[in-house]
Nanobody, 121 residues
Framework: HVQLVESGGGPAQAGGSLRLSCAAR????????MGWIRQVSGKEREGVAS???????TYTDSVKGRFTISVDNAKNTLYLQMNSLKPEDTAMYYC????????????????RGQGTQVTVS
C-alpha cells in the first residue's frame, strides 16, 4: 500500500492559483485510484477529485473547471492544479488512495497523507 506525503499548500489570494503535490513514500500509484480530499474543521470530509489507473478523472461540482488532477507515474507524484481559487476552497487538503473501483467513482478513499493547509483570502 502507499504512504503519501503532500506539499504545496499555503496562503493564496482569491482568484489565484496553487499546485499541490503528493509523493508516494512507499508503494506506487500505478494500480491505485488516487485523489484529493479536503476537510474544514467541524465539517464533513469532501472528495475533491480522483484519477484512476486508466486516467479517468472525477471532480466534485464545486471545483469543476477550476481544478485539475493529474499523475506523473514516472515520478510517482500526484498533482492538483487549483485555479480561480475562492475563499470557500480554504481547507486541509489530503492526498488519498483506494484500490476499490467502486470507491474511486464516488471519491472515497482508504489511505491518506498528513495533509497540507490551503487558505484563500
Amino acid at each position: 500500500h502507499v504512504q503519501l506525503v503532500e506539499s504545496g499548500g499555503g496562503p493564496a489570494q482569491a482568484g489565484g492559483s496553487l499546485r499541490l503535490s503528493c509523493a508516494a513514500r512507499t508503494g506506487t500509484f500505478r494500480s491505485a485510484c488516487m485523489g484529493w480530499i479536503r476537510q474544514v474543521s467541524g465539517k464533513e470530509r469532501e472528495g475533491v477529485a480522483s484519477i484512476d489507473s486508466d486516467g479517468e478523472t472525477t471532480y466534485t461540482d464545486s471545483v469543476k473547471g477550476r481544478f485539475t488532477i493529474s499523475v506523473d507515474n514516472a515520478k510517482n507524484t500526484l498533482y492538483l492544479q487549483m485555479n480561480s481559487l475562492k475563499p470557500e476552497d480554504t481547507a486541509m487538503y489530503y492526498c488519498a488512495a483506494t484500490y476499490s473501483p467502486s470507491q474511486c467513482r464516488v471519491r472515497v478513499f482508504n489511505y491518506r497523507g498528513q495533509g497540507t493547509q490551503v487558505t484563500v483570502s
